[in-house]
């Protein structure tokens, strides 16, 4: 065999080196689905675009909910819809994210995006990431708590 017929084999060796060291480091620091596990999809998410849902996003669709600024006060419960955002050949931001912080007593946050529901339950001072798509979606606020008749969260 003479160099030159060498040279494509070396380099497909080379390649599938590196393509097996890339599989073994990634079997052997993957998160393995453990909570210590390295975030990529959070990860690789910073670099969408995005902006920051703010109230004006949001309106009331029932119950008793007063919009503030960053505030919202509740009272009892309340749902509100979150505004889609974007069109057909919109380049803006893919995702509107804010954190929802429990600033007035307990509070249950339930959010529909996508036709999927989560639910959390928020003491005093805790906080709920909100990340919504570009079709908007639905969040409902109750507050907890058997003399809690109000509460209000903080969308940061």
Do not use: H, Y
Request: charged fraction near 15%; proline fraction near 2%.
């Amino acid at each position: 065999m003479s160099g030159e017929n060498r040279r494509p084999v070396i380099i497909a060796i080379v390649c599938a080196s590196l393509a097996a060291l890339v599989l073994v480091v990634g079997i052997g620091f993957g998160g393995r689905g453990s909570a210590a596990g390295f975030d990529w999809g959070g990860f690789l998410g910073r670099f969408a675009p995005q902006s920051a849902l703010d109230t004006s996003d949001l309106t009331v669709v029932d119950g008793a909910c007063d919009l503030r600024e960053s505030v919202i006060v509740v009272s009892g419960s309340c749902r509100l819809a979150v505004a889609g955002f974007g069109g057909g050949l919109d380049l803006g931001a893919a995702v509107k994210r804010g954190d929802l912080v429990a600033v007035g007593g307990p509070v249950e946050v339930q959010v529909r995006v996508e036709g999927t529901q989560m639910s959390q339950d928020l003491a005093q001072d805790d906080r709920s990431s909100l990340t919504f798509g570009t079709d908007g979606g639905a969040l409902r606020l109750t507050c907890l708590g058997i003399a809690t008749a109000t509460c209000s969260t903080e969308l940061q």
